[in-house]
């Protein structure tokens, strides 16, 4: 028997909407990460880009569970003595709650080329309107991976 590895023309990517409304950011990322992955599917191949396209909306409505809100902070550094900057997820969460999951979800997927290409099938968007209307994605019910 011989070890199956999907070809391009294998690969079929579908297109889900998830909505955001009352969500934990992490529980949500895992699931999104794992669509974005493509290991939901029988073709997977952790060499290859198998996953799907993913559709949050209503990004300002997911929700952070314990103290993270005030207690986690986001960290970047501008490479210059005394250029470190952080910034509280309660700020994030008020100015740019996109930033927030697009970070979670980032973090949860390979860290190469293969990881980058996979997270640019992630489209977040603040309120319930999307432009992707045309691919007609479906509902995905998050916590089972299964959608409906």
């Known amino acids: 028997?011989?070890?199956?590895?999907?070809?391009?023309?294998?690969?079929?990517?579908?297109?889900?909407?998830v909505d955001a409304e009352g969500q934990v950011l992490g529980r949500m990322a895992t699931d999104i990460a794992r669509i974005l992955r493509g290991k939901h599917k029988p073709i997977f191949s952790p060499h290859m880009d198998t996953g799907d396209f993913v559709i949050v909306i209503n990004a300002k409505g997911v929700k952070l569970t314990g103290n993270k809100l005030v207690d986690k902070k986001v960290y970047r550094h501008s490479g210059y003595p005394g250029?470190?900057?952080?910034?509280?997820?309660?700020?994030?969460?008020?100015?740019?709650?996109?930033?927030?999951?697009?970070?979670?979800?980032?973090?949860?997927?390979?860290?190469n080329r293969i990881g980058s290409a996979m997270f640019t099938k992630l489209k977040v968007y603040d309120g319930s309107e999307h432009p992707h209307k045309a691919q007609k994605p479906k509902p995905l019910v998050l916590g089972t991976g299964v959608q409906r």
């Open 83 to 111: 250029g470190l900057r952080e910034i509280s997820y309660a700020q994030i969460m008020a100015e740019r709650p996109k930033v927030a999951v697009e970070r979670a979800v980032k973090g949860m997927l390979p860290h």
């Open 1 to 17: 028997m011989r070890t199956f590895s999907p070809r391009p023309a294998d690969i079929r990517r579908d297109w889900f909407v």
